[in-house]
């Protein structure tokens, strides 16, 4: 639960049926909660004419006025001693839901002049999990954000990018200058991400997330115009990867605990592209057990392939390359790495993949 002073006691004067709009403001850090709860409370009220006083909220995913969309109102504006109380959700499905940015606007229904003077509060809530925080998601190991714990150095070049799980301090870093992804910002859906392109990589050489070396686990990614290797479960000589990597065949190979998993049944097309940006999930069941792979949230069945196996490796992982013996590195754009201990429920996944949307409008 989190309280947000949306608006402190502000007197705003009109005229007839022309708004008032406040600038809308980017508050909203949709992945830590969902739902929204408006405290409206008022001390003084003059009516246009014989009409009546509306305040309404309204959200958009973007700061574009054409995006912004009513969530709910106070269709008649009066003075009392409680607060007025309205209620919205992320993710909704019967209504507007929820999104990035948010404001407010006052409107008269009659001519005439008008004034209220009043104030807002928001208070964030869990509410109806239609889509979840990955800092909700069960077994969460581990979890990097473009746009947090960064360490940056001149030009933009990326150091240190600290976990966010707040379960440990799995951070990734890179002493090279010349191997240090840079950050991008405004690069998916308004938020920024890493560039690892021309073999740059982050790497933690102490901790292992996932134990014993043959558990399950899942990873889930959202990235752009890239193929390679997002994220290395252990640095290892063999096959160690959860990844996308487009062959010279045109086949895509999934990789896992030093098994090669050949040929998933596309070729994932999507992740070549410099114009979409992609989320993806990697659910490993444990060892001997095919992992199943969803791209954009629809699944991808393999052709072929060995299952998952049991190769411990070194300590550490890697974000942006394998330390195999011919590395297979990242050469695009990463805005998020998650990863659980465990084969990822299906619905955990979707509530993921929600979020997803919402925050990077993939």
């Known amino acids: 639960m989190h309280s947000v002073l949306l608006t402190d006691w502000i007197t705003i004067r009109g005229t007839d049926t022309t708004p008032v709009v406040q600038s809308a403001e980017d ?11 408006f405290w409206v409370e008022v001390t003084q009220v003059t009516n246009p004419g014989s009409g009546t006083l509306a305040l309404l909220f309204e959200t958009a995913p973007a700061d574009f006025e054409r995006l912004f969309v009513t969530l709910d109102s106070v269709d008649v504006l009066t003075v009392g001693p409680a607060p007025v109380l309205r209620k919205a959700f992320l993710n909704q499905v019967a209504n507007v ?27 964030l809530g869990e509410g109806v999990r239609s889509a979840m925080s990955p800092r909700a998601l069960p077994g969460l190991l581990l979890w990097f954000r473009a746009d947090v714990g960064l360490t940056l150095q001149a030009g933009n070049a990326v150091s240190t990018w600290q976990d966010q799980s707040g379960l440990s301090n799995h951070f990734v870093s890179q002493g090279t200058g010349a191997l240090q992804p840079t950050w991008v910002p405004n690069a998916i859906g308004g938020r ?54 487009l062959n010279i065949g045109g ?3 999934v990789y896992s605990n030093g098994s090669a998993n050949v ?28 992992p ?36 297979e590195p990242w050469n695009g754009l990463i805005a998020e790495l998650i990863v659980v201990s465990g084969a990822i429920s299906d619905l955990d996944r979707r509530r993921i993949e929600i979020y997803q949307r919402n925050f990077f409008g993939v």
């Open 27 to 37: 508050w909203l850090d949709v992945p830590d909660y969902a739902d929204a709860v």
């Open 251 to 253: 086949n895509t190979y």
């Open 292 to 327: 199943r792979i969803w791209l954009n949230a629809t699944e991808r069945n393999q052709t072929a392939g060995t299952v998952q196996g049991d190769q411990t490796g070194s300590t550490g992982f890697q974000v942006g390359t394998n330390s195999q013996g011919v590395p």
């Open 97 to 123: 839901p929820l999104a990035r940015f948010l404001r407010w606007k006052l409107v008269g229904s009659a001519a005439g002049t008008w004034s209220v003077t009043f104030r807002v509060h928001v208070t």
């Open 263 to 290: 040929s998933v049944a596309n070729t994932l097309p999507e992740t070549q592209s410099a114009s979409a940006a992609f989320k993806s999930c990697h659910r490993y069941a444990g060892s001997g057990v095919a």
């Open 192 to 245: 920024p991400a890493l560039d690892f392109s021309g073999g740059k990589y982050l790497e933690n050489t102490f901790n292992n997330p996932v134990t014993p070396d043959a558990a399950a686990y899942s990873v889930l990614a959202v990235a752009k115009n890239g193929n390679g290797t997002f994220f290395s479960l252990r640095r290892s000589a063999a096959y160690s990867a959860s990844m996308f990597f």
